[in-house]
């Protein structure tokens, strides 16, 4: 994968693992950082030359990432986490997109 995809990869999973040893509501905390930031990280995406596609696949590696180097063990609550993200993820690129017509 690019360059560019690591950098964001990277910095998403510094903020998730943050979230995941700070937080008691991991899974709710991570939404609300995504719609929080997805307007951010959409640019630099689109600066990075990261499509919407693999721009999801970045966001993901970064929160499983984070969510290990923040110290969570239980493999459901990782696949939850990262199932939720997913839907989150298709919304707001949803809405997104229709903002920016």
Do not use: C
């Not at 239980?74 to 997104?96: D, G």
């Amino acid at each position: 994968m690019g360059e560019g995809h690591e950098d964001l990869s990277e910095r998403i999973a510094r903020q998730i693992a943050q979230i995941a040893k700070e937080s008691v509501k991991i899974d709710i905390e991570i939404l609300q950082y995504l719609k929080e930031d997805f307007d951010e990280i959409r640019r630099i995406a689109k600066e990075q030359g990261i499509s919407p596609a693999r721009l999801v696949v970045t966001i993901l590696d970064g929160i499983r990432k984070g969510l290990v180097e923040g110290g969570v063990e239980s493999l459901q609550l990782v696949k939850s986490i990262l199932r939720r993200s997913e839907n989150e993820l298709e919304n707001l690129e949803r809405s997104w997109r229709e903002r920016h017509r």
